[in-house]
């Protein structure tokens, strides 16, 4: 492969391809060295003034009291740049500290969610055994109403003696007060949401026109909107 195929492929100076052709070993590629700057004498008397919330201009004049006899806009970019990389310090270890908060209303998500973000769930269950009923109760609920299981449902209702949580106790016994109706809506596919919505328009109609018309146009308005 010629010079000039090996400058087009790796993009570089056909100089560049001659000096590496050239080397008999690998080269060796060495971290640049930091230069010293006028500022060096000064990092901690900037560090100190910047943790008392000074500005530039303060700490430019109490450096120059000090010796300094560099530009402004030299120290200006310091402390912005530390202050940048401090308040970056701040946020990650305000997000770290928040990341290890779990409020309730993620937890219910959680719960009641598929197993989308697995991690987090197992967290919540490692550091929140107590939880581990009502997540198990919360999957079989579910399940049991997206396959329609009767017989799931109804061990789920009467076996309320058994739950060591009393909010699932309580909810288990109230759901027990109407446990024909509960089976009965998982086993039939009758609805009364037309009904419903029928009521609900008749309602919204009816204060509308309250204390602004009289029973024939009432009567008038919900023919017309039917």
């Known amino acids: 492969m010629s010079i000039r195929s090996l400058a087009k492929t790796y993009k ?24 010293v700057t006028l500022l060096d004498d000064f990092i901690d008397i900037i560090a100190t ?6 500005t530039s201009h303060s700490i430019f004049k109490q450096i120059q009291e000090k010796g300094y006899e560099g530009s402004f806009s030299t120290v200006h970019r310091y402390p ?35 197993h989308e973000e697995r991690t987090l769930l197992n967290d919540a269950l490692v550091r929140f055994p107590q939880t581990e009923e009502i997540y198990i109760f919360v999957q079989s609920f579910r399940d049991s109403l997206n396959h329609y299981d009767q017989s799931a449902i109804h061990k789920l209702i009467i076996d309320s003696k058994t739950y060591k949580i009393q ?10 007060q109407d446990i024909q109706a509960i089976l009965s809506s998982i086993h039939y596919t009758f609805s009364n949401g037309n009904i ?6 008749l ?9 602004r018309a009289s029973l024939e146009l009432l009567k008038k308005r919900v023919l017309y909107c039917c």
């Open 12 to 35: 570089i100076s056909r100089q560049s391809v001659r000096k590496y052709l050239d080397l008999t070993s690998p080269p060796i590629y060495q971290q640049r060295r930091k230069g």
């Open 80 to 114: 912005t740049a530390l202050r940048k990389q401090l308040k970056k310090e701040e946020n990650e270890q305000k997000q770290s500290k928040t990341a290890k908060k779990i409020s309730r209303k993620i937890i219910i998500l959680l719960f009641w969610r598929l």
């Open 196 to 201: 419903e919505g029928q009521m609900n328009r």
């Open 49 to 54: 003034q910047i943790e008392k919330k000074a």
């Open 167 to 176: 909010e699932l106790k309580s909810f288990s016994t109230y759901l027990h």
């Open 203 to 211: 309602k919204t109609i009816k204060r509308m026109l309250y204390g």
